[in-house]
């Protein structure tokens, strides 16, 4: 099972990256900090998004959006879920609709 790491400080990343702009190889460097390469490339693919370079996936601006918006999606189906179930209740207290049961 591979093991988790907590997440590098950004500052950390930075200055990784740099070394890789100015020609360390990531192979070096995974042996050297004790990361591993593809942790190395998908920084820099990011730092690439996120400088407008790539196009290819989303910016760290985008996924927090996409993040928020999740979540607030889900917090808006619970909420109407809540507010389905008080109404069905509601309207069977009131006898506005017969119980499931008859």
């Not at 020609?23 to 693919?45: D, V, Y």
């Not at 996936?57 to 999740?70: K, M, N, P, V």
């Not at 979540?71 to 619970?78: H, I, K, V």
Request: proline share 6%.
């Amino acid at each position: 099972m591979p093991q988790v790491h907590p997440p590098y400080p950004p500052e950390f990343r930075q200055q990784i990256l740099a070394l890789v702009q100015a020609g360390r190889s990531i192979a070096s460097l995974s042996k050297e900090f004790g990361l591993s390469e593809q942790s190395i490339r998908n920084w820099r693919k990011q730092a690439d998004l996120d400088s407008g370079t790539r196009t290819d996936g989303l910016t760290s601006a985008e996924r927090d959006e996409l993040r928020r918006l999740r979540q607030e999606n889900r917090r808006l189906q619970q909420e109407r879920d809540i507010l389905a179930k008080a109404a069905a209740w509601f309207a069977r207290e009131t006898g506005s609709i017969p119980s499931s049961s008859s």
